[in-house]
């Protein structure tokens, strides 16, 4: 990956320092306390938490909601969670410096995270030492987007990248060095953005260089040309395309169709160790999910997460495409919730396996872990399928809500590609640009 000029990128004060800086979700006082109880339930000894205090991380992004509703909608109090933090992280390294400190030591015990990032935290890849982690629940299943520049409009950048071949061609006139901005090496933007140019023919590292940078400040970014497209969560895309500073060239899932995204994930060692209290977040994520979904909901979670203590953003920024309703920004609105983001809708919370199967399949195929890597064993160790199924019935989620199989079956994407669950290695194959 190539390096970053510090002077050419504008950073979060203070995202690139100590992984122990932390922001208190409601920390700001400027704002009306919107939190509304639910009353507390008969909690019977056999199920109170071992502990009642729990410090999660999230990221300013739309997908983080269900964890910020369990917190103002009274649900992990509603468990027995009494005493839990939801704690803003400045951008994913932060989210995995604290994780890996824990809160023994100053920093968290899970978060709203990139799926892909607890496995590679657990195999020890992107942490000093491993870090072995628990994938609890699936936050969300689609709601990013791949944006560019308005510089580029006229190019009409749409489903098909080889449009991009346009955008260098004028940039390259200008000597510009041309850069794709996703948010973590590795991670799910990572990735959308690697598979979405390579299905058009463009070669990732090669013909455009792919940069990290803090979700929160991708607009900012492209404001000042740094960046000649990006691939980040809502509501950053909307953002862009309200401030007139650039469009989006689709949402992930025209890419996948109900794709998965973000996971809720914690410390392997935090979860063995106060097992009920896992249980009773897990409750509160997976009731705040159904919230989250509910249409009558939408307005309400949008203004709960819109406020300074939270993202942030104007609650413009968020609703539409919570909603479904996408303006691209170059002349298109579509109004379609099925490829909006869904947080319960179409099993979105339940953890596939197989869907974790795919993005390791993918970071073998960009170099992030070695090709020989068990991807099934780890797989099996990181992901807990069992714990999300004891919750989801302990909530009173019917059987018929509730997955029989870990795989979700053979997945197509936008370009035909087809990835069969049980055969990883005919995909990886089957690819013509890899570095794997």
């Known amino acids: 990956m190539s390096k970053l000029s510090r002077r050419k990128f504008i950073l979060t004060a203070g995202a690139t320092a100590a992984g122990t800086f932390l922001v208190h979700g409601c920390a700001n006082q400027n704002n009306t306390a919107t939190q509304t109880a639910t009353p507390a339930a008969d909690?019977?000894?056999?199920?109170?938490?071992?502990?009642?205090?729990?410090?999660?991380?999230?990221?300013?992004?739309t997908d983080a909601a269900p964890l910020i509703i369990a917190k103002e909608k009274g649900f992990f109090t509603k468990y027995g969670m009494t005493d839990v933090e939801v704690l803003k992280q400045a951008s994913w390294p932060v989210t995995r410096d604290n994780i890996?400190?824990?809160?023994?030591?100053?920093?968290?015990?899970?978060?709203?995270?990139?799926?892909?990032?607890?496995?590679?935290?657990?195999?020890?890849?992107?942490?000093?030492?491993?870090?072995?982690?628990?994938?609890?629940?699936?936050?969300?299943?689609?709601?990013?987007?791949?944006?560019?520049?308005?510089?580029?409009?006229?190019?009409?950048?749409?489903?098909d990248s080889s449009r991009m071949q346009q955008v260098f061609a004028q940039a390259k006139s200008n000597n510009k060095q041309l850069n794709a901005a996703m948010t973590f090496?590795?991670?799910?933007?990572?990735?959308?953005?690697?598979?979405?140019?390579?299905?058009?023919?463009?070669?990732?590292?090669?013909?455009?260089?792919?940069?990290?940078?803090?979700?929160?400040?991708?607009?900012?970014?492209?404001?000042?040309?740094?960046?000649?497209?990006?691939?980040?969560?809502?509501?950053?895309?909307?953002?862009?395309?309200?401030?007139?500073?650039?469009?989006?060239?689709?949402?992930t899932g025209e890419l996948w169709k109900n794709h998965p995204e973000k996971a809720f994930a914690m410390r392997a060692d935090w979860v063995d160790q106060n097992p009920k209290a896992a249980q009773a977040l897990l409750k509160a994520v997976l009731e705040a999910q159904q919230w989250c979904d509910r249409p009558e909901n939408?307005?309400?979670?949008?203004?709960?997460?819109?406020?300074?203590?939270w993202f942030r953003v104007p609650v413009e920024d968020i609703i539409d495409r919570s909603q479904g309703k996408i303006d691209y920004g170059d002349g298109r609105i579509v109004e379609n919730p099925d490829i909006a983001m869904k947080f319960w809708t179409d099993n979105a919370s339940y953890p596939y396996k197989s869907h974790d199967l795919w993005f390791l399949t993918e970071d073998i195929r960009w170099g992030y872990i070695p090709a020989d890597t068990d991807t099934k064993a780890l797989v099996d160790k990181v992901n807990r399928s069992d714990l999300w199924k004891e919750a989801a019935k302990a909530i009173g989620v019917s059987d018929a809500e509730i997955p029989t199989s870990d795989s979700?079956?053979?997945?197509?994407?936008?370009?035909?590609?087809?990835?069969?669950?049980?055969?990883?290695?005919a995909y990886l194959d089957s690819l013509k640009i890899k570095k794997a």
């Not at 007139?244 to 949402?251: K, M, R």
């Not at 979700?408 to 290695?425: H, I, K, S, Y």
């Open 185 to 251: 090496p590795g991670g799910t933007h990572d990735l959308w953005m690697r598979y979405w140019l390579a299905a058009g023919g463009i070669e990732p590292e090669k013909d455009i260089s792919v940069v990290p940078i803090p979700p929160p400040q991708m607009v900012a970014n492209m404001k000042i040309g740094a960046m000649e497209t990006f691939c980040v969560g809502e509501p950053w895309n909307a953002q862009l395309v309200n401030q007139e500073q650039g469009y989006t060239a689709l949402v």
């Open 408 to 425: 979700r079956g053979v997945e197509t994407f936008f370009d035909g590609v087809a990835f069969d669950p049980e055969n990883p290695q």
């Open 43 to 61: 909690i019977s000894p056999e199920d109170a938490p071992e502990i009642t205090t729990a410090k999660l991380g999230f990221i300013a992004l």
């Open 100 to 159: 890996e400190l824990g809160s023994n030591r100053g920093g968290i015990d899970g978060a709203h995270i990139l799926t892909p990032m607890p496995y590679l935290m657990t195999m020890g890849t992107i942490t000093q030492q491993p870090v072995p982690m628990y994938i609890l629940a699936r936050l969300n299943v689609n709601g990013q987007g791949i944006s560019i520049s308005n510089n580029y409009k006229d190019a009409q950048v749409r489903l």
């Open 298 to 309: 939408k307005q309400e979670m949008c203004e709960i997460v819109s406020q300074n203590r």
